[in-house]
């Protein structure tokens, strides 16, 4: 079920650097240096694959763009905003 612009806006307000583009909520993280980096996006991996739900990952270097939408449903769900949470918590934000 897709959630309603004012649901997804509180769910960014308790997320810090979160945004929305579109269908998309997204965040880029600046790590320490590359290798971080990849560790980062390991991590974010296996929380993926134990929610069944995989975000687009962009790796630039130090920076790694996240982004998350529900493809199957159209647009932005829970399972979006639960995993910016997880990702959130993996990076200590």
Do not use: C, N
């Amino acid at each position: 079920m897709l959630l309603a612009d004012a649901d997804v806006a509180d769910a960014l307000a308790a997320l810090p650097g979160w945004g929305r583009t579109g269908d998309e909520i997204t965040k880029t993280y600046e790590l320490a240096s590359f290798p971080a980096a990849i560790a980062f996006v390991v991590g974010i991996g296996f929380l993926a694959e134990k929610a069944d739900h995989h975000p687009d990952l962009d790796i630039r270097w130090r920076r790694v763009r996240v982004a998350l939408t529900t493809h199957d449903a159209g647009g932005l769900t829970v399972a979006d905003v639960e995993l910016a949470r997880q990702i959130a918590r993996l990076a200590g934000d």
